[in-house]
T-cell receptor, first 112, second 115 residues
Framework: GENVEQHPSTLSVQEGDSAVIKCTYS??????FPWYKQELGKGPQLIID?????GEKKDQRIAVTLNKTAKHFSLHITETQPEDSAVYFC???????????FGKGTMLLVSP | GAGVSQTPSNKVTEKGKYVELRCDPI?????LYWYRQSLGQGPEFLIY????????DSGLPNDRFFAVRPEGSVSTLKIQRTERGDSAVYLC?????????????FGPGTRLTVT
């Protein structure tokens, strides 16, 4: 079945530094790759997504890159702030185009 | 507008009991998803509805789990003969039809604890 590996499981950075989270997947037919942010006690919130017809997408301090040949995609957060602290999940749409498979998450801690 | 809502926010039940978890999707969203999230894990797909029918229930772990969406809006996830291993956060998400990609909007979840 579909599989998503996400690394690292935890990431601690100082405020203002950059943070990078990486995911690899196995389903070569996947064409949609979202990233979710989940704060304690809340549901996941979509922060950015990318489709397979582009290699990079940016939204202010957040960017996502996609390498379909290597089957990996990454989330980049620049100028991190304490409020960026949360668990981040990558996901991809399965080849049936109906359901998402999620990674295990990365806990990002941004220290002031 | 209102987002996805789920009730109750917390549910504690004894092993062997029956529970129902409710999801109210965003108005007008035709597809609705249920996920289960265990501690330290990502959401795991259970079932999704397109309108009133279950389009894919391949993620339901066994026949103790069942979900309905009789009028194509509110959905109820039902768990019979609960087991301690069912303890998790149950998340609901909805999506409007016709959108490019697959932008799911999640509710806050129901934390189920089976004692």
């Amino acid at each position: 079945g579909e599989n998503v590996e996400q690394h690292p499981s935890t990431l601690s950075v100082q405020e203002g530094d950059s943070a990078v989270i990486k995911c690899t997947y196995s389903d070569s037919a996947s064409n949609y790759f979202p990233w979710y942010k989940q704060e304690l006690g809340k549901g996941p919130q979509l922060i950015i997504d990318i489709r397979s017809n582009v290699g990079e997408k940016k939204d202010q301090r957040i960017a996502v890159t996609l390498n379909k040949t290597a089957k990996h995609f990454s989330l980049h957060i620049t100028e991190t702030q304490p409020e960026d602290s949360a668990v981040y999940f990558c996901a991809h749409l399965n080849s049936g185009y109906s359901t998402l498979t999620f990674g295990k998450g990365t806990m990002l801690l941004v220290s002031p | 507008g209102a987002g996805v809502s789920q009730t109750p926010s917390n549910k504690v039940t004894e092993k062997g009991k029956y529970v129902e978890l409710r999801c109210d999707p965003i108005s007008g969203h035709t597809a609705l998803y249920w996920y289960r999230q265990s501690l330290g894990q990502g959401p795991e797909f259970l079932i999704y509805f397109q309108g009133t029918g279950a389009a894919d229930d391949s993620g339901l772990p066994n026949d103790r789990f069942f979900a309905v969406r009789p009028e194509g809006s509110v959905s109820t996830l039902k768990i019979q003969r609960t087991e301690r291993g069912d303890s998790a956060v149950y998340l609901c998400a909805s999506i409007t039809s016709g959108k490019q990609g697959h932008e799911q909007y999640f509710g806050p979840g129901t934390r189920l604890t089976v004692t």
